[in-house]
């Protein structure tokens, strides 16, 4: 199993950014997929959920319409499109499925 993220980078508040997170190894189509992120000095928190044929979605409360998951199972890729960045929005993301399979992460930095 590899998941490989990408898509990190430095943005201003209110800026954008669009992950993505390769994925091989395994059936991409069955799983559900997670992001994930890790702020310095804070404990991994679960950013966003997707169920395997993308029916289902679920966020968290400090990120919820602003971020968007999203899945293409034709190309076994995972996104997270997110809008309207926050300081507090940085950290490494980190997309995961189970049982236990993570990235490498991706930085994403937000300030002016």
């Known amino acids: 199993v590899q998941l490989v993220e990408s898509g990190g980078g430095l943005a201003q508040p209110g800026g954008s950014l669009r992950l993505s997170c390769a994925a091989s190894?395994?059936?991409?189509?069955?799983?559900?997929m997670r992001w994930y992120r890790q702020a310095p000095g804070k404990e991994r928190e679960l950013v966003a959920y997707?169920?395997?044929?993308?029916?289902?979605?679920d966020y968290a409360d400090s990120v919820k319409g602003r971020f968007t998951i999203s899945r293409d199972n034709a190309k076994n890729t995972l996104y997270l499109q997110m809008n309207s960045l926050k300081p507090e929005d940085t950290a490494v993301y980190y997309c995961n499925t189970f049982p236990n399979y993570w990235g490498q992460g991706t930085q994403v930095t937000v300030s002016s």
């Open positions: 190894g395994f059936t991409f189509s069955r799983y559900v």
């Open positions: 997707i169920s395997s044929t993308g029916s289902s979605r």
